[in-house]
């Protein structure tokens, strides 16, 4: 089976952009009129939403229910990750096997092609603007996790004897303040704040201190994402063909690794199948593609799954399943109005043609 796993890596909120640089190439004397690129063949990059979830429970999680009334408090100190959400883009990578030369007639009026820094074309006589991409950014680290803030804990709370007693205690407290922010709100407060901006003080302040009680008895839930991404290069259908595996305690694993699910990706073409061809045929062909070569790409379906769930579900163009076709030279021997060609340069395909 002809298919190769590119890469697999572990990114902090990483996000793929596009081609990073592009250089105006000039088809001069020095060069014979030529400027010389690479069609691209299709890398697909899945990139999956690894999600770390750090729970830690409040000492007083047992009495929650009893006098906050929430029924589910944390209740041990736990780790585990969930997979978040799956996206996959169409990235181009130079196919060493179809490196071609634009050839110009000498005398064009000023020829000239963009090319990315992979060598695809990007635009013929015609200018080219780099699309940006978005830039990587890395993911906010998470403060320590700490249910236990020792500044809520007043002197009656400390000295309340056992876990019970302090239990109560605190959600006298709580209750407390609710009833503090309550007064100061409605104005019916002994002592109100001078203005505006003393009162949003006061209240920020009451609620930072109810929340510190509160999670005395909740505890404390906190989550970071990462971003795991593997390539895979297809020539051919793949069916349950695993990316990789996940895990809930230890997040992605390799693709090998039975500790995890596997997340599988199936991808089926969508174009007729291909005719016999002969080889001579073929070769006569090839031998008739002259001036500017491109890619047709073929469509596919793709659908990744894991655990009998579709995490994503759509079509994709694939280099590999289409056709390479040709601009005849003569287009570009036009010295007054030369022709502009636009191109997607992650598939080699013609976004579009001005004369």
Same mark, same amino acid.
């Given at each position: ?13 990483? &996000?793929?952009?596009?081609? &990073? ?10 060069? /014979?009129?030529?400027? &010389? ?22 000492? !007083? ?5 009893? !006098? ?11 780790? !585990? ?32 092609? !963009?090319?990315?820094?992979?060598? *695809? ?39 309340? +004897? ?25 104005? /019916? ?5 001078? /203005? ?5 003080? #006061? ?24 971003? *795991? ?21 230890? +997040?992605? #694993? ?23 061809? /002969? ?36 079509? #994709?163009?694939?280099?590999? *399943? ?9 287009? *570009? ?23």
């Amino acid at each position: 089976m002809k298919y190769l796993i590119i890469t697999a890596s572990l990114l902090l909120g990483m &996000t793929l952009g596009a081609q &990073t640089k592009v250089t105006k190439k000039i088809a001069a004397k020095s060069t /014979d009129f030529g400027i &010389t690129y690479t069609l691209p063949k299709t890398s697909l990059v899945v990139t999956a939403e690894v999600i770390k979830i750090t729970a830690q429970a409040g000492p !007083y999680f047992r009495y929650a229910e009893k !006098y906050l009334g929430v029924k589910n408090p944390v209740a041990e100190d736990k780790t !585990y990750y969930q997979l978040g959400k799956v996206t996959i883009e169409n990235k181009g990578i130079p196919d060493p096997e179809n490196t071609y030369i634009v050839e110009f007639k000498p005398g064009t009026v000023a020829p000239y092609a !963009y090319l990315s820094e992979e060598g *695809f074309l990007c635009s013929i006589n015609a200018e080219y603007e780099l699309k940006t991409g978005s830039a990587p950014s890395a993911a906010a680290s998470s403060p320590a996790l700490d249910a236990t803030n020792m500044s809520v804990f007043t002197e009656e709370l400390l000295m309340a +004897g056992s876990t019970a007693k302090q239990a109560e205690v605190a959600a006298k407290q709580i209750y407390r303040i609710r009833e503090s922010r309550m007064n100061l709100l409605t104005g /019916d407060a002994d002592n109100m704040p001078p /203005d505006g901006d003393a009162l949003k003080l #006061v209240i920020l302040q009451l609620e930072s201190q109810e929340k510190g009680l509160t999670n005395l008895f909740t505890g404390i839930t906190t989550s970071q994402s990462s971003f *795991f991404d593997v390539s895979i290069t297809p020539y051919e259908n793949l069916e349950r063909e695993v990316l990789f595996r996940f895990s809930d305690l230890l +997040g992605i #694993v390799d693709a090998d690794d039975l500790g995890g699910m596997p997340v599988y990706i199936n991808l089926k073409s969508m174009e007729p199948p291909a005719a016999p061809v /002969d080889p001579k045929e073929a070769e006569k062909k090839e031998k008739l593609m002259k001036g500017i070569i491109y890619n047709v790409p073929g469509k596919a379906q793709v659908e990744i799954v894991m655990n009998r769930k579709s995490l994503l579900k759509g079509e #994709v163009q694939i280099v590999q *399943f289409g056709r390479r076709e040709n601009l005849i030279p003569v287009l *570009f021997e036009d010295k007054k109005v030369p022709v502009k060609v636009f191109f997607y340069p992650e598939t080699g395909a013609i976004k579009q043609i001005i004369q």
